[in-house]
């Protein structure tokens, strides 16, 4: 069992900055990465940020050089530092962790998802 869970998440004006957290907890060995997904209504999920274990990240195109993701491995925690805000960036932001741990009893990978946080950039 696999739990992870966002915060950080509001309004803000464009231009303004937020800073989501996400936290995996529950019985796993490791964690091999962890990523930042968003859905806007109407819209398909989409990558914004990835995060490696060993630190190496990947960033989409319309968040490059304004979001950092990060991670303290320690506490099994990503965080996602966003900067000059955007409209558009308007969206559900959810956090995923693939994870080696325990599934049905057996050791295998996994993909779970946390819940969501809203984030609301008005003009």
């Known amino acids: 069992q696999v739990q992870v869970v966002e915060s950080g998440g509001g309004l803000v004006q464009a231009g303004g900055s937020l800073r989501l957290s996400c936290a995996a907890s529950?019985?796993?060995?490791?964690?091999?990465?962890m990523g930042w997904y968003r859905q806007a209504p109407g819209k398909q999920r989409e990558l914004v940020a990835t995060?490696?274990?060993?630190?190496?990240?990947n960033y989409a195109d319309s968040v490059k050089d304004r979001f950092t993701i990060s991670r303290d491995n320690a506490k099994n925690t990503v965080y996602l530092q966003m900067n000059s805000l955007k409209p558009e960036d308007t969206a559900v932001y959810y956090c995923n962790a693939d994870v080696l741990g325990v599934k049905s009893g057996s050791v295998s990978m996994g993909h779970y998802w946390g819940q969501g946080t809203q984030v609301t950039v008005s003009s």
């Open positions: 529950g019985r796993f060995f490791s964690i091999n990465a």
């Open positions: 995060i490696t274990s060993g630190g190496r990240t």
